[in-house]
Each structure stands twice: as structure tokens, then as C-alpha cells.
């Protein structure tokens, strides 16, 4: 296990390449660091950068993962100015066309709420699943009951003791992953680590665990909660 505190595209120019089996992760979709757009230009500059950025992190994801490595890319919708954009903005970058898209898969939350009466209720989030070639491992006898849907029910709701970041994975759903797409001791990436969600997981199914964090902060809560295990 190896856990960094850096600039993710930094560190994982350092890692090998075709090293990567598996990558699961989640973007900082509200901002990113030093891009320096203010809520009355986001419109204009978030979709931009943040483009920008998202390709050049694709570039890295393309070059380390080992031929037939799977790539589960968990992004939601945003709202800008009350209305609705989605994320397949990112099916047209140039860096994604290097992957092979498999499918998106539907992360449902367990119940459905959101402020807005306007429109059906924003419920949900995409979880893209991309591979390097296709002859890709899933196990369909993991023992979740219809592993292969590509409609998956997990809870939202996380403990208040036991959140520790604002926008923080359910355990049920990085181990969902890990259960269909992972062998043991495969070599797994969270290169936006957050509270570190992803490591807990490969410690759990017994895969060996990369994560990078940007944020001091995070990082640390990163840290101790997955050495706590």
C-alpha cells in the first residue's frame, strides 16, 4: 500500500506504465485547485479547465493501466444557475476516446430527494466504466445478487460518526466494485483518494491499495482511518 499527498497528475507521472489493474475513483466535481473561477464565471471557465484537467488526468489513466485494466470513474450531475449539467461532457474528451467504454453503470440512491420541484429529483450518479481492451475480468458469481445489472441500489446515507468528508463514498459501493471487478492481490488506484473510501475497501478484499490526495487535510483523515484498519 502505498499512499501519497500531491498533485495527482504529478504522482502518477511517476508510476509505471501498464502497473495499474483497476482503477476506482471520484473527482472533486465542485472545484479544482487553483483554477480560479468565481460563481459568476463558473459557466464559462469551470467547464474549461476543468475539461482541461480531466483530460490530462484520462492521458495518465490510459498510459498505466496494464492491458485489459478497468477504469470505474464515479461522476455526478451539477446544477449551474438552478439548471441542470450533466457530466457527458466528458465522452468528448480527447483522452477518453483512448479507453474503451464498456458502460455506464447507475449509482441509485436508497430514496429520493432534492430541493427542486421543478424536475424529477437528481437521484442518482454515473459511474463511468471504461477498460484498456476487452478482455476484462468480472466475476459474475461474487455473491451479489445480479452482479452485471447496470442499475445499482446503494444507500447515500453514511453515519455521522463515521463520515469524515463532505462528499464521501458509501464502503458498500467501492466493495461492490471491488467484488465483480478485482482479484486478489491486483493493484488498485484512487488517485482523488478523499477520506479514503477506495483503500478501506481493498483492504477489506485483500488487493493492494494506491491513493493520492491532493488536500493536506483530507489526506491525513485518509491516512489514519485506513491504517486504522
Known sequence: MKL???DCLEVMKELQSDSIDLIVTSPPYEDISGA???ASNKDILFLKLYSEFIDQVF???ARILKP???LFFNIKSKTAQKKLRTPHWLEFTNAFQQLDFKSYIIWKYAGSFDSSKARFHLDYEIIYHLAKGDDIYLNSDCGIDDPLTSVWYVPHNIPKAERIHP???PLALADRILKIASKP???VLDNFMGSGTTG???IKNNVDFIG???NNDNYKLAKERIEAI
Do not use: K, P
Request: glycine share 12%; with cysteine; aromatic share 12%.
Open 59 to 61: 492521458e495518465q489513466y
Open 212 to 214: 493520492i490526495e491532493l
Open 36 to 38: 480560479g473561477y468565481q
Open 4 to 6: 501519497f499527498n500531491g
Open 200 to 202: 478501506v475497501a481493498c
Open 185 to 187: 492481490n491486483d493493484v
Open 167 to 169: 462528499t464521501q463514498m
Open 68 to 70: 485489459n485494466g478497468q
